[in-house]
């Protein structure tokens, strides 16, 4: 039995009934709110536009954990949760940033996730763990199959996990840095399943797969690891559902309409005669999709996107993660500098025309973090309308968010 923990009571008068309905967090005119999210993205946002509200990171940090716990889950897991929805924002990973916020609340309150449980270890056989997440918090869950690993991994050199049936993991970066921050290599693969799919595989037309990120990170040394964070369609859907809240174009490539001819309209995704997104690379990325398919979600016992006969209502991930020492190959010190020079040597290159320099994959999520962490983090007008609705159904009164926030709007 999966283990759940006492849910929070800190607002008893408002606690969420099981018969709040997915209407109550918006109605079908607000459904660009409420689209399913994605598991991950690796694009940087653009500058805030003009309409867009800023809001200081620790500032909403405090008011999201506030809205988790009038929820019913526990401060801790709280916490947890909105530390890592702001930093995606921090990062310039609006997709998995707070925006995600109705989507848990409309889950949460039809009881298709479970918010305080804790992983269950199904198999230990040393190297190898199979974790049961349990349909917890994947932001939970995720963090604490990964203290698992790098535990492990200081007795075996390399850990691989299994991580099923864990509620939406968020920036699967978030996982990896994790990882290099102690010092290990970790390799990802991550599938996504419990609602209808939305990538068409190459020579496709119709909706067959999500957008199963993969993840690989590099420890270094005195400084931020490598991060490369990526879904495997042609732009994270997440992204594509900001592009939707906003009225606007998607980049080249990145969708498919109903007669699978290319299209920049977002709306292929949301009404119908409905579209699907591309993957990335052509046959490239439909390849590595599929890996993540089958790594993330077959290997591991858990489903794959095939629909028939599955839940449609939420949204679940699977990850294959490979946790490995340095010193268990080459060795750390051989390997650190190899790395050191290798990097040296791309950034040795003039830059191209309209780049200021080469960069290593995650350095621009540290310059937004800093730039954001600075100025405040943006949020439209959409997006903060869905959060407010979403505060509202779990009993935060709108004098409470304006104290918690500073903002006067209130949906």
């Not at 209808?196 to 020579?203: F, L, T, Y």
């Not at 858990?302 to 340095?326: C, K, S, Y």
Request: glycine letters at 10%; charged letters at 15%; aromatic letters at 6%.
């Amino acid at each position: 039995m999966c283990r759940q923990v006492r849910m929070a009571s800190n607002n008893p008068t408002s606690s969420p009934s099981a018969s709040m309905s997915n209407s109550m967090i918006g109605s079908p005119q607000s459904a660009r709110t409420l689209s399913q999210p994605r598991a991950n993205g690796n694009t940087v946002q653009p500058p805030p536009a003009p309409h867009d509200m800023l809001i200081a990171a620790n500032t909403l940090t405090q008011f999201v954990t506030v809205l988790f716990t009038s929820a019913g889950v526990t401060a801790e897991n709280s916490a947890i949760v909105a530390s890592h929805l702001v930093d995606a924002n921090l990062k310039g990973h609006d997709s998995h940033g707070v925006g995600m916020i109705p989507h848990y609340i409309r889950n949460l309150l039809a009881k298709s996730m479970s918010p305080n449980a804790e992983i269950k270890v199904l198999k230990d056989n040393g190297a190898i763990l199979l974790i049961d997440g349990c349909a917890g918090f994947g932001q939970v869950v995720g963090a604490q199959a990964t203290k698992l690993a790098l535990e492990r991994v200081k007795d075996t050199g390399i850990v691989c996990v299994g991580l099923r049936n864990a509620h939406h993991l968020g920036r699967i970066g978030s996982y990896g840095e994790q990882c290099g921050n102690a010092g290990y290599v970790s390799i990802h693969f991550v599938n996504e399943v419990g609602h209808a799919p939305q990538v068409s595989p190459w020579g496709g037309r119709g909706r067959r797969m999500s957008t199963n990120p993969f993840c690989c990170v590099v420890p270094r040394p005195g400084t931020t690891p490598i991060v490369l964070d990526m879904a495997t369609s042609a732009m994270a859907r997440g992204r594509v559902r900001m592009a939707h809240m906003k009225d606007e174009p998607v980049a080249d490539g990145a969708l498919v309409d109903s007669e699978g001819l290319p299209t920049t309209d977002a709306r292929v995704m949301f009404e119908a005669p409905f579209g699907a997104l591309s993957p990335f690379g052509q046959h490239k990325g439909y390849g590595l999709a599929l890996m993540c398919e089958l790594l993330g979600g077959a290997l591991v016992g858990h489903w794959t996107a095939q629909t028939e006969g599955r839940p449609n209502n939420t949204i679940i991930n699977n990850m294959l993660m490979f946790v490995i020492d340095p010193d268990a190959f080459g060795g750390r010190a051989a390997f650190d500098a190899e790395a050191a020079a290798m990097i040296e040597y791309l950034r040795s290159t003039s830059p191209a025309k309209g780049f200021d320099k080469v960069r290593v994959p995650g350095e621009r999520g540290l310059e937004s973090s800093a730039a954001r962490s600075a100025a405040g983090v943006p949020i439209d007008d959409n997006s903060w309308a869905g959060i407010l609705r979403a505060a509202r159904h779990v009993g935060l009164s709108q004098e409470k968010v304006a104290q918690l926030t500073g903002s006067p709007k209130f949906a």
